[in-house]
């Protein structure tokens, strides 16, 4: 029963760099979402999913790119890394009408 | 303007004691939920317990038990008998109705410390 798996667990990369931090459900949830954590600061959106094919921006969009070409994976694309996105990246998925959202273990990630 | 707000950053309490924790919440959305999620020095989010906005009795999961407020805008988890694995921080979260898709609001969590 593996839920959210999300991949690496840990990432350095260097200023400019770009990578994807991949997610991956076997609930068969139509929700996914990114967030990133930062001390002090809580959880914050950076997109989301309502179902394959459709994304939209949450609160921290810029800097980030996704897609959903299938239900199972959301994955997470830094363009350009910067220090700035230094975080602990969250995925989460849900099916709809308020149920909770089951979060992946989390990405540290680190810019250099 | 902040939608979710933990005004406590930090708490202590005794093992075995209970204690609360603060939420509280802006919408003018009628339909909305309410969810507290622990997260252990390990990093992972733990759900803890839900609340809609329609809900006629206070949410309660075993040790957890949410005091709805609604006209206060209120939240607050309240733990009873305190573990030393209840050490973590909470974190309180609005689920928001926009265009037809849902979206998660958290607050800044709260670190609750269970002295021995």
């Known amino acids: 029963n593996a839920g959210v798996t999300q991949t690496p667990k840990f990432q350095v990369l260097k200023t400019g760099q770009s990578m994807t931090l991949q997610c991956a459900q076997d609930?068969?949830?139509?929700?996914m979402s990114w967030y990133r954590q930062d001390p002090g600061m809580g959880l914050r959106l950076i997109h989301y999913?309502?179902?394959?094919?459709?994304?939209d921006q949450g609160e921290v969009p810029n800097g980030y790119n996704v897609s959903r070409s299938t239900t199972e994976d959301f994955p997470l694309r830094l363009l350009s890394a910067a220090p700035s996105q230094t975080s602990v990246y969250f995925c989460?998925?849900?099916?709809?009408?308020?149920?909770?959202?089951?979060f992946g273990d989390g990405t540290r990630l680190s810019i250099l | 303007a902040q939608k979710i707000t933990q005004t406590q950053p930090g708490m202590f309490v005794q093992e075995k004691e209970a204690v609360t924790l603060d939420c509280t919440y802006d919408?003018?959305?009628?339909?909305?939920?309410l969810f507290w999620y622990k997260q252990p020095s390990s990093g992972e989010m733990i759900f803890l317990i839900y609340?809609?906005?329609?809900?006629?009795q206070n949410a309660t999961e075993g040790r957890y038990s949410l005091n709805f407020q609604k006209a206060r805008k209120s939240a607050n988890l309240v733990i009873s008998a305190s573990q030393l694995g209840d050490s973590a921080m909470y974190f309180c979260?609005?689920?928001?109705?926009?265009?037809?898709?849902?979206?998660?609001?958290f607050g800044k969590g709260t670190k609750l410390t269970v002295n021995p």
């Open positions: 919408t003018s959305d009628p339909s909305y939920g």
């Open positions: 609340q809609g906005s329609y809900d006629q």
């Open positions: 609930m068969n949830h139509e929700y």
């Open positions: 989460a998925s849900s099916t709809p009408r308020g149920q909770p959202q089951h």
């Open positions: 999913s309502v179902g394959a094919g459709i994304t």
């Open positions: 979260a609005m689920r928001e109705l926009q265009g037809g898709s849902e979206k998660l609001v």
